[in-house]
C-alpha cells in the first residue's frame, strides 16, 4: 500500500521527469526550449468519434495572439489529419482563410498581420486519423498515436469499449490540431458527444450534459487554468464514477473504474485526499486545481499519465489489497 500511496503521490503537483537524452556515445543531447512565436490562448473543441474507422470528427476555435513580433501567419501541429475547412470569426461570421497542409504541419495564412497580444480566433474543421500516425513507439511509452479507441466494434465481450487519449510530450496534436510544445499554455473547454450510455472525463469540470434526439449526448468540460497542451485528455466508456469526499469541502475527488471494480476504487485511491491534504502543507502551496479524479483504462501504453486534473492508470492499478 505504501507503493502505490507513492506512486499516486507522484501525480499531484509534478509532471513526469523525463531523463536526458543521450546519443550513440552516450553523451548528453542538448534539447533548447521551444522558441515561441505565437502565443495559445484558449482552445475550444467539439469532438465526435466514428468507432467503426477510429477516426474522430472535430471542430475547433483556436485563439491565439502573437507573441512578440507581427505575424500574418499560423503554424500549428496537427500531425495524419484531414483538414476540411479553415477560417476566421469576424463579427460573428466565419471568413475562410488559405491554408497549406503538409508534412503533419497546418500552416494558416490570417486575414491580415497582428501584433503582439492582439488576439484572433481561428476556426478548424477536421478529422484525427490516430491509426495513420507515422511517429510511433519513441522514448517513454510504447506507442505514440495520441488518440486510442479499445474495442471499437464492441467484438466479444473480454474488453470494453473505450476511447481515450495521451499526449506526452507532443501528441496531443494527433487528435486537434495546436501548437504542440510543453512550454505553451491555454485555458480549454471541450465539447464530446458519446454514446447516452457512455461516461466521459476530460479536464476541469463538468458544466453540462445535454441529450441529443440520436440516443447520444453532448458534455460540455471547462478547464479555466491554463495548462500544457499534451495533459489535455479526454476518455469515454461505460465507466462508473466513485465519488470521494471532496478536499477541504470544496474540490471534488473522483475516480473512474470499469462497472463492477467499484469496491476496489476507494481501496486503491481512498488516501488521495489526505495526500493532497500532505503536499499541501509540506509545500506551502494549496493544491491549485479545479478538481482531482483519476481513471483506470484499458491497454494503456504506460503506468500512467498526469494529465491536469484528470490522471490516467493502466489497469494494473486496480487489483485487491496487498496486504
Given amino acids: 500500500m505504501r507503493r502505490i500511496l507513492v506512486f499516486l503521490a507522484f501525480f499531484f503537483f509534478c509532471g513526469l521527469q523525463a531523463k536526458p537524452q543521450t546519443d550513440t556515445s552516450g553523451r548528453s543531447i542538448y534539447r533548447h526550449t521551444p522558441v515561441k512565436h505565437t502565443e495559445l490562448k484558449h482552445t475550444k473543441l467539439k469532438v465526435s468519434f466514428n468507432f467503426d474507422n477510429q477516426t474522430m470528427n472535430g471542430e475547433e476555435w483556436l485563439t491565439a495572439s502573437p507573441y512578440f513580433y507581427p505575424t500574418n501567419r499560423l503554424l500549428l501541429d496537427a500531425k495524419a489529419m484531414l483538414i476540411h475547412e479553415v477560417a476566421i470569426g ?17 500552416s494558416i495564412e490570417l486575414d491580415r498581420t497582428y ?4 488576439e484572433y480566433t481561428v476556426y478548424i474543421r477536421y478529422t484525427a486519423q490516430p491509426e495513420l500516425v507515422a511517429d510511433r513507439g519513441k522514448r517513454t511509452f510504447s506507442d505514440t498515436k495520441g488518440l486510442y479507441f479499445i474495442n471499437p466494434k464492441g467484438e466479444g465481450a473480454e474488453l470494453p469499449t473505450q476511447v481515450w487519449t495521451q499526449g506526452e510530450t507532443e501528441y496531443a496534436s494527433c487528435w ?14 471541450i465539447y464530446i458527444t458519446v454514446p447516452d450510455s457512455y461516461t466521459t472525463l476530460s479536464n476541469g469540470l463538468l458544466q453540462a450534459s445535454e441529450q441529443n434526439d440520436d440516443h447520444t449526448r453532448t ?8 495548462h500544457a497542451p499534451y495533459l489535455f485528455f479526454m476518455a469515454a466508456g461505460e465507466f462508473a464514477v466513485v465519488r470521494d469526499t471532496p478536499w477541504r469541502g470544496k474540490v471534488p475527488i473522483e475516480y473512474y473504474v470499469e462497472k463492477g471494480h467499484e469496491p476496489m476504487a476507494k481501496q486503491v485511491f481512498g488516501a488521495t485526499r489526505e495526500m493532497i491534504e500532505f503536499y499541501s502543507r509540506k509545500f506551502r502551496y494549496d493544491f491549485p486545481w479545479q478538481k482531482y479524479a483519476q481513471i483506470v483504462v484499458r491497454d494503456f501504453i504506460a503506468g500512467g499519465m498526469e494529465n491536469t486534473t484528470a490522471v490516467s492508470h493502466a489497469e494494473s492499478a486496480i487489483h485487491p489489497p496487498m496486504y
Fill in 219 to 226: 458534455d460540455h468540460w471547462v478547464m479555466r487554468h491554463k
Fill in 115 to 118: 501584433r503582439s497580444n492582439e
Fill in 176 to 189: 486537434f490540431p495546436t501548437i504542440d510544445k510543453p512550454n505553451q499554455k491555454t485555458t480549454q473547454e
Fill in 90 to 106: 469576424t463579427n460573428g461570421e466565419k471568413k475562410p482563410l488559405r491554408f497549406l497542409y503538409r508534412n503533419d504541419s497546418l
